[in-house]
């Protein structure tokens, strides 16, 4: 197997500027990012497809992209983000570990995400929907790990309207 340039960061064989790191999950950021700031979040153990992850390191993943999306936010003055993953090599995945991008954004960044919508029609819809309900009955379900309940902050510790970019840019009047 070929030297994995993701598994080569996480053991500190390559050099990175880490913004996040516990026992399972490594947030870096990307050298050659689509704007300043994007950050990879990458398991420390090797997966190659998202399909290989189990759930619990699946879910922590995307708990850190929320957490590193958040202080984006707070910290970079941008006004949104993108959380990408390319999932196999015909999805444009280029290196053969599971990552998930988190990529801040800010109005006309000049990069562009999106994809000309195709019609579908309905019997291709139904013949897809038919296989994917069928193929998943014989998948057999990850067990997950026990999953704690949401703690519910008070109406006081909420973020207050004006103070968020979000919020801000909902309430815009065209």
């Known amino acids: ?43 420390k153990s090797h ?14 993943s995307f708990g850190v992209a929320n957490k590193v999306s958040k202080t984006m936010f707070d910290t970079l003055n941008i006004q949104g983000t993108n959380l990408f993953i390319s999932n196999g090599v015909s999805a ?42 069928s193929a998943q009955e014989h998948i057999p379900p990850q067990p997950d790990k026990k999953i704690k309940k949401a703690q519910v902050l008070p109406v006081e510790t909420a973020i207050r309207v004006g103070d968020n970019y979000l919020h801000r840019q909902m309430r815009r009047i065209p």
């Open 1 to 43: 197997m070929e030297k994995c340039v993701l598994c080569e960061i996480v053991n500190g064989r390559l050099p990175s500027k880490k913004v996040y790191e516990d026992k399972e999950i490594l947030a870096v950021l990307d050298i050659n990012g689509a704007n300043v700031g994007h950050t990879f979040i990458i398991p």
């Open 47 to 60: 997966f190659t497809i998202m399909e290989q992850v189990p759930n619990d390191i699946l879910g922590k």
């Open 92 to 133: 444009g995945q280029m290196v053969a570990h599971f990552l998930i991008n988190v990529i801040p954004r800010k109005e006309n960044d000049g990069i562009n995400l999106q994809w000309i919508p195709r019609q579908i029609t309905e019997e291709e819809m139904s013949t897809v929907e038919l296989k994917l309900k």
